[in-house]
């Protein structure tokens, strides 16, 4: 049986376990993470509506978390989903499961582009390709990512959480932002662009500061590395409003950032192994993998924060815009960080440059 088929059947759930508690560092605000934000209630997939006729994009739509909405997607009438993401055998076993899950029609309602997106010279010319082949775009699941993960230097010269998490994704929504824009003028149902993020952006070093490609090309250990690359995705979502959506009659678009919740993917293998060979844990982090493993929600359950996002009509009947949305559907405020305007508007002008930098692009 496949990773995607086996990660279907439901993982059991123990009848009650204590809320976790998080703590901004900076303001010693406790965040409470109750069991019903982090396994899911109301919103499901069930919820989706028909998505006859839209066209959605997702990173990283092969496997973990983006197979899951990937799968959603498609099931609810999709007309399109492009996967953009590395690994051409975990790209075609995944449309292979799709199409025996779905039918055979699938495979011409899915167009899987590979795309490093730690790579930036790559990404925006896939981003260009895209941008001048598509007609319509409805939403943008920036869903592709690197976990807590050892520190390493990408093809572009910019350590790859922040390459890939970050960077990368900056450049493929900049050049695509003219698409989302216009689907409602043309098409009349408002853009959507969903950027995936994760609690662990509390935890951001409090001297973050995004000042230049030195900072982000610091080795601060797996979890900070992590931890800023998410808080740059936070961060990001709200500032791509401030310079898209500002101004008088600002075009209907949703960008929202989500948190899946505590998902059994291989990113916690790849963690686990990390603590252990880079950071001298030893079969600690190996042992604690194992023991959490059961209480951890699958793909099918992780993916409903950003499906909701990405499709509910309670986005736009409520107006959802510029929020931090825990799972299934529930709103949240985030760090003081993720909501400092001064750090967004120097993550802006740094993401700006490192992109003029890289690539010769030059993004207002």
Request: proline fraction near 6%; hydrophobic fraction near 35%.
């Amino acid at each position: 049986m496949s990773e995607h088929r086996a990660q279907r059947y439901k993982t059991t759930k123990p009848p009650f376990l204590p809320p976790l508690t998080t703590i901004d560092q900076e303001t010693n605000k406790q965040h409470t993470l109750t069991m019903e934000a982090i396994f899911g209630k109301s919103f499901t997939a069930d919820d989706i509506p028909d998505l006859a006729g839209k066209v959605y994009l997702v990173t990283g739509g092969a496997q973990g978390i983006g197979f899951g909405t990937t799968y959603n997607l498609l099931k609810h009438n999709a007309t399109k989903v492009i996967i953009i993401s590395r690994n051409p055998e975990i790209a075609t076993e995944a449309k292979e499961t799709l199409a025996k899950e779905l039918g055979p029609d699938v495979h011409d309602r899915v167009q899987w582009i590979q795309c490093n997106l730690s790579n930036l010279p790559e990404t925006d010319e896939v981003a260009k390709k895209i941008a001048r082949s598509e007609r319509r775009l409805d939403c943008i699941v920036a869903n592709a990512g690197i976990g807590i993960d050892k520190y390493s230097m990408g093809p572009s010269g910019i350590e790859e959480h922040m390459a890939a998490n970050h960077f990368g994704h900056f450049i493929l929504i900049q050049h695509l932002m003219p698409l989302i824009k216009e689907n409602n003028n043309k098409f009349g149902t408002p853009g959507r662009v969903v950027v995936t993020c994760s609690e662990n952006h509390r935890w951001a070093k409090s001297d973050t500061k995004f000042a230049s490609v030195d900072e982000c090309n610091e080795d601060i250990g797996p979890t900070y590395l992590y931890n800023r690359a998410k808080l740059a995705n936070i961060l990001m979502a709200r500032q791509l409003i401030k310079h898209h959506l500002s101004g008088p009659n600002p075009p209907r678009v949703y960008i929202n950032s989500i948190h899946p919740g505590v998902v059994a993917t291989t990113q916690q293998h790849v963690a686990a192994d990390t603590y252990d060979k880079n950071e001298g844990y030893g079969v600690l982090p190996h042992i604690a993998h194992a023991v959490i493993r059961p209480f951890l929600k699958d793909i099918f359950e992780g993916c409903i924060s950003e499906c909701y996002a990405a499709t509910s009509p309670e986005i736009e009947e409520k107006e959802v815009q510029g929020k931090y949305i825990m799972p299934p559907n529930s709103i949240k405020e985030g760090s003081s960080m993720s909501l400092d305007e001064e750090l967004g508007d120097q993550l802006w002008r740094l993401s700006i440059q490192v992109v003029k930098d890289k690539t010769g692009t030059v993004f207002e």
